[in-house]
């Protein structure tokens, strides 16, 4: 069964950038027609897709993140990472990595970590 684990620092200036890095156990990140995406929950609101690395390297953003968001892999490690830059305190929110399956269901999701963006 895959398993995936959120890593980075729980606290973030305002202004810089947050990076995150999911790693996976139990399957491969180029496995075809999978992709291994990004998500939050800021406090008391729903959940928001950020973006997706598929299994070619290909990536795709939310279009209200994009200007602000970058995935990456790094296949050696089987991790792929989230950057967002310039952040507010309005990006404090739970992030999760998942994994998006052939038919688009997020059937395996990290434990999530809080990032909280503060002075």
């Known amino acids: 069964q895959v398993q995936l684990q959120e890593s980075g620092p729980g606290l973030v200036k305002p202004s810089q950038t947050l990076s995150l890095t999911c790693t996976v156990s139990?399957?491969?990140?180029?496995?075809?027609?999978?992709?291994w995406s990004w998500i939050r929950q800021p406090p008391e609101k729903g959940l928001e897709w950020m973006g997706v690395?598929?299994?070619?390297?290909?990536?795709y953003y939310n279009p209200s993140l994009k200007s602000r968001t970058s995935i990456s892999r790094d296949t050696s490690k089987n991790q792929f990472s989230l950057q967002l830059s310039s952040v507010t305190p309005e990006d404090t929110a739970v992030y999760y990595c998942?994994?998006?399956?052939?038919?688009?269901?997020?059937?395996?999701w990290g434990q999530g970590t809080q990032v909280t963006v503060s002075s």
């Open positions: 998942a994994r998006v399956g052939p038919s688009g269901g997020f059937a395996y």
């Open positions: 690395i598929v299994y070619d390297g290909s990536t």
């Open positions: 139990d399957g491969s990140i180029t496995t075809s027609y999978y992709a």
